[in-house]
């Protein structure tokens, strides 16, 4: 059974940092790109980020550059999203996936607020 | 960056009829390899996103043959042949054709 796991998510005040994980299971995470989507309260889906197999290429939205850093480690079948200087407009729900399969987590909910 | 536009944004069915949902692309999302890369998913209420279909025409494993795609180019369609109550969510069509991937605004479903 494909399994992915977000955990790291929390109420931080602006301008903190979180990391966020999502620790996965039941298929071969070394053969795939992996992406983390977000999704503010009553909103859309939002791509934030992609990060390929070897980590060599790395691509974000516009609005998180320079603040976050997406990683992975395969030896643990992990996926990471290290966010600092967070802002208001970050509060969302945290999902990471693999879209074109239909691999996703159930999410782990950012809100950054004072 | 590429704009996706669904229409329309809500939609009310009685069960059995059809449904149809359109996405606009602001550029065309046929690559060269001769696939277009447009994918459909359905968001529950209080669920995570599933797909149900991939690079416009072909429809993900498991997902019910009403679920049907169309379309090339800029111009996409998702149809739901004979809606049942199970289909109410949250729809939105997605390109991954180039960076960033972005997605239609969200057709919400819901039965009459």
């Known amino acids: 059974e494909v399994r992915l796991v977000e955990s790291g998510g929390g109420l931080v005040q602006p301008g903190g940092s979180l990391r966020l994980s999502c620790t996965t299971s039941?298929?071969?995470?070394?053969?795939?790109?992996m992406t983390w989507i977000r999704q503010a309260p009553g909103k859309g889906l939002e791509w934030v980020t992609n990060i390929k197999q070897d980590e060599s290429e790395k691509f974000y939205l516009d609005s998180v550059k320079g603040r976050f850093t997406v990683s992975r480690d395969n030896a643990k079948s992990s996926l990471y999203l290290q966010m600092n200087n967070l802002r208001a407009e970050d509060t969302a729900v945290y999902y990471c996936?693999?879209?074109?399969?239909?691999?996703w987590g159930q999410g782990t909910l950012v809100t950054v607020s004072s | 960056d590429i704009v996706l536009t669904q229409s329309p944004l809500s939609l009310s069915v009685t069960p059995g009829q059809p449904a149809s949902i359109s996405c606009k692309s602001s550029r065309s999302l046929l690559e060269s390899d001769g696939k277009t890369y447009l994918y459909w998913y359905l968001q529950r209420p209080g669920q995570s996103p599933q797909l149900l279909i991939y690079?416009?025409?072909n429809r993900f494993s498991g997902v019910s043959d009403r679920f049907s795609g169309s379309g090339s180019g800029t111009d996409l369609t998702l149809k739901i042949s004979r809606v049942e109550a199970e289909d109410v969510g949250v729809y939105y069509c997605?390109?991954?054709?180039?960076?960033?991937?972005?997605f239609g605004q969200g057709t919400k479903v819901e039965i009459k």
């Open positions: 039941g298929f071969t995470f070394t053969n795939y790109w």
């Open positions: 690079e416009a025409i």
């Open positions: 997605m390109q991954s054709i180039e960076v960033p991937w972005t």
């Open positions: 996936a693999v879209p074109g399969i239909n691999y």
